[in-house]
C-alpha cells in the first residue's frame, strides 16, 4: 500500500493540496494505484464497437493483467483471462475473429466463446481426449467481471466492486437522458494518443475547463471560460459543462441527427465527465464519444477515443465528409492537451513540488478526482489511526 | 474447410483399416478445426469420438 501521506489531499480544496509527487513517479506507489483505484473499482477496458460480432475478441493488456474481450453467440460481451487452463499459454494474440470457438495455439484446448472447456484434445493420449483427472467443468477460462454501459466495457479485476448499476448509479441517472442506443462512427472515429505520463494527468486535465482559453484557444471565439460550469460528485465522477455547444455543419448546411427525446437542456449544453477511474465521456445533442485511458505504466499512457454517434445511418459514406471534420475537431483539441499532461508528467520530477495549490473556484473537479483516489488508497479509517 | 475434410478422410482411411487408434488422432483433429471453424460436421465428428469412448 503507498506510503504516502495523503491527508493533505483529502482537505477542503480551499486547503488541500494535490497528490504528492510519488503517486506520478514512483513503481510502488502505481503498483499501489493498480490494484486499490483499478482493479478494485470498474475500470474501462475496450469497446464494443472494436468486437461487433460473435465470434470477435479483442486481447488488452490491463496494467500487466491479460485480458481477452469476447462477444459470444449470445451477442453479449464476457471478459475472460486471455491465459489457457492448460499451460499458461496466451490464448489471443490479436483482435478479429477467433471463430467458433477459443482454440489455444499450444496443446488446442478449446474454450466455447463463454469460457467452458469444450475439447482437451489427446489429453489422455494420442486419440483419447478425456482422462479421469481432467474435470472440464471446473477448467473453463477464468472470467473477470464485467459490465456494458455507453459501449464501454469495464471491468472490475478484483471482483469486490459493487454491481456497477449501483457503483454507476449517479451517473447513469445525470444523463438518463442519453440512455439511447450509440452507433460508432467508424474507422476515422477512433484514434489513440500515446502520451508520456501518468494516466491520472489525463483525467486531472480533462474534468476542469479552467485551462480552456490557454491551451485551446480555438475555443475563445464562441466557447468563454464563463460559459462553463464544473461538476463534482465527490467519489464517483467530476468533470465540467458547457452552455454553448454548436453542432459541426457540413459545408452545405447539414448537421447529425440529434440523440431522440432529449430536453431542452441539451439544445446548447453539452457535458464532459471523468468516470472514475478511467473513462473520460463526452455527451452533446448529435454525437457522444468516450475516451479510455489504458495505464501502461507509471508515465506511460494510451487515450483511445471513440465516437459515437445517433443513428446507424451516420456511419454511412454519404455522412464520411462531417465525421471527418468532427473527428478532425476533437483529435486537434485533444492533440493540444498532450504537451499539458507530459509537461505536469515531468513537473512531477521536482522535487520541492507540493502536489499543487489548487483554485478554490476553478479546480473542485480535479481536486474531487484526488480525493476519490486519497480515499481508494487510504480509506477514512485507516487515515484516522 | 480443407483441414477438416483432409483429418476426416485420413480418420475414414485409418479406421476402414480397423486401426482405431490412429482413426480417433485423426478424427480429432478434424472434429477440432470443424469446431473452431463452426463446422456443421463437428457435431457428427463429436458423436463418433464419443461412441469410441475417445470423447465426453
Redo the contacts between chains.
Sequence with gaps: MSVTDLSNVLKPVSQARGLPNDHYISDEVFASERDAVLFDTWAGLTVGARLPEP?DAVPVTFLGLPLVAVRGKDGGIRVFQNTCRHRGMILVEKPGKV???I?CPYH?W?YSLDGNL??T??VGG?????HDEID?ATLGLIEIRSHVWRDVVFVNVSGTAPAFEDYAADVIARWAEFEKPLYHGGPESRFQFDVACNWKLAVENYCESYHLPWVHPGLNSYSRLEDHYNIEAPGRFSGQGTLVYRPTLSEDGRNFPDFEGLSEQWDAGAEYLAFYPNVLFGVHRDHAYAILLEPVAKDHTIEHVEIYYAAPEVAWPEWEDLRQTNAKMWYGVFEEDVFVVEGMQRGRHGVYFDGGKFSPAMDGPTHCFHAWVAERLQPPAAAAE | MALVTLYAEAAAQADAQEDRDRAAFFLTHAYVFALEAGDARAKQFHARLKSWGREE
Design positions: 465470434g471463430g467458433n470457438v482454440r488446442s478449446c469444450v475439447t484434445p489427446h494420442p486419440g483419447q481426449n478425456t472440464r
